[in-house]
């Protein structure tokens, strides 16, 4: 693909990101978050990124911003980005869930449930090499299965998501370090092997009929988000005015 083939798709892959968006700013799936958010946190960073990292959900500072991790533990994940030679513009930083939970208590079952449309659609617009999960939630996700992040942390797998096939790496959540700091070193090291697994490139992709190929994003979008017709038929809160959040490179 020559550069100008490249850089209109991914002029078309962050317009279909953007679309999404705005269809995210509005849900009301879940009555108590869609209540007590002040911003619909959908996730931001460079919308081509190999690299994307998924995390539980906003706290009190990523509420008031509308940006993924921007309080302690997002700087020290840009620290351990830097370690590695990683900017957070070249990477995607989103969570299980899109708004804050009340008093940042553990998401529920049902809440992840009704995001989880949103986060795949992401995956499959993005399309990113590598997954980092941030901790238990978003690892006992999108692997579907109930073991935890202390016994998983550091081994990558080749995981399916929607249509997508990634390699899956969980690594504990920032904030661990921030509470026991003997935690830094075991993200330094899991880190550490993130270059390595990036280098491997996309594993093999699974056959589809008729799905929207990476050339066509656009395509990805509007067969994944609601049509005019099923979105008028939906309950939405009315959005405030709001700047874009989404911070696409």
Request: net charge negative; with cysteine.
């Amino acid at each position: 693909m020559s550069t100008a083939e490249s850089e209109r798709t991914a002029a078309k892959r962050r317009e279909a990101l953007k679309q999404v968006y705005e269809q995210a700013k509005g849900c009301v799936r879940c009555p108590e978050l869609a209540a007590t958010r002040k911003t619909v946190v959908f996730g931001a960073g460079n919308a081509n990124a190999d690299l994307m990292f998924i995390g539980e959900a906003p706290g009190a500072t990523e509420d008031e911003q509308g940006v993924p991790f921007v309080g302690r533990a997002g700087k020290l994940l840009e620290t351990l980005l830097g370690e590695i030679g990683l900017q957070r513009s070249e990477v995607f930083i989103a969570n299980t869930l899109m708004c804050r939970p009340p008093g940042n208590r553990d998401p529920l079952p049902l809440e992840i449930d009704n995001c989880h449309e949103y986060l795949l659609q992401k995956v499959e617009l993005i399309e990113p090499t590598v997954i980092c999960t941030l901790g238990n939630f978003s690892t006992k996700l999108l692997r579907g299965d109930p073991t935890g992040i202390t016994r998983l942390h550091g081994q990558p797998e080749v995981l399916t998501l929607g249509h997508r096939a990634v390699h899956l790496y969980p690594i504990f959540h920032p904030a661990a370090a921030l509470y026991t700091p003997r935690m830094l070193e075991t993200l330094r090291e899991d880190f550490g092997r993130l270059p390595q697994l990036l280098a491997q490139g996309a594993p093999e992709q699974p056959v589809l009929e008729e799905v929207p190929q990476r050339d066509d994003p656009q395509a990805l979008a509007e067969s994944s988000v609601s049509t005019p017709q099923q979105a008028a038929a939906e309950p939405h809160a009315a959005p405030p005015d709001e700047p874009d959040q989404l911070g696409l490179f």
